[in-house]
């Protein structure tokens, strides 16, 4: 699977839109983006996904760049329990055998949302 | 959305005792799942790949006599840390994908909310 850098923290008031970015400039044209965050003292849980068009969700909206070569998380109005590491995680539509299209996590971005 | 439901959340036990963890998929059937360890201040690292009806598959440096796997339902995987010592507390989390979804990359994984291990 390509690689994604994201910052290592943002921070964000209660209320207030959020942007977070993710690159991935080796993507291919099979690597679904897949959105992921992990609140503190849990298992990461599913927030978005998406190829190319931009999605919408109940919890975030996810705007894909033309080229694929980056993407951002929207959190239209973000809230205390939105502080989290939100990871950006690509995966191939083919499968390698192996590990069976496990998710790789990389370092993510921690967010804060200040009251 | 579906569920995985991982049990304990915590255990605290001494150096040298088994400890068993339990991932159950409570609404879908799971033929694929996964184990993560993450260190404090750290990211979620595969350990290894449960396999219903089969040998689990194990990251390279993942010692699979140490870590015992065992997927023998299609809602059931456990993970036992054998002879536990203080080197192996951590954070043990586990993942399933709803098998009815196949091998698509759109699949969503789903987290159990993990097991915080302590080995005194």
């Known amino acids: 699977d390509a690689k994604t850098t994201q910052p290592n923290s943002m921070e964000s008031n209660e209320e207030e839109p959020v942007h977070l970015p993710c690159n991935h400039s080796?993507?291919?044209?099979?690597?679904?983006i897949h959105w992921y965050r992990q609140l503190p003292s849990q298992g990461p849980e599913y927030v978005i996904h998406?190829?190319?068009s931009n999605v919408n969700n109940r919890m975030a909206s996810l705007a894909i760049a033309e080229d694929r070569k980056s993407s951002t998380l929207i959190l239209h109005r973000a809230t205390l329990r939105d502080a989290a590491v939100y990871y950006c995680?690509?995966?191939?539509?083919?499968?390698?055998?192996?590990?069976?299209?496990?998710?790789?996590f990389g370092k993510g971005t921690k967010l804060s949302v200040k009251p | 959305g579906a569920v995985v439901s991982q049990h304990p959340s915590r255990v605290i036990c001494k150096s040298g005792t088994s400890v068993k963890i339990e991932c159950r998929s409570l609404?879908?059937?799971?033929?694929?799942m996964f184990w993560y360890r993450q260190f404090p201040k750290q990211s979620l690292m595969l350990m290894a790949t449960?396999?219903?009806?089969?040998?689990?598959?194990?990251e390279q440096g993942v010692e699979k006599d140490k870590f015992l796997i065992n997927h023998a339902s299609l809602t059931l995987s456990t993970l036992t840390v054998t002879s536990a010592h203080p080197e192996d507390s951590s954070f043990y989390i586990c993942?399933?994908?709803?098998?009815?979804?196949?091998?698509?990359?759109?699949?969503?994984?789903?987290f159990g909310a993990g097991t915080r291990l302590s080995v005194l």
């Open positions: 993942s399933a994908r709803d098998h009815m979804e196949g091998t698509s990359a759109k699949n969503i994984q789903y």
């Open positions: 995680i690509l995966r191939d539509v083919w499968f390698d055998g192996g590990s069976q299209g496990n998710l790789i």
């Open positions: 080796t993507i291919s044209g099979t690597d679904y």
């Open positions: 449960s396999n219903e009806g089969s040998k689990a598959t194990y």
């Open positions: 609404d879908f059937q799971a033929t694929t």
């Open positions: 998406g190829l190319t």
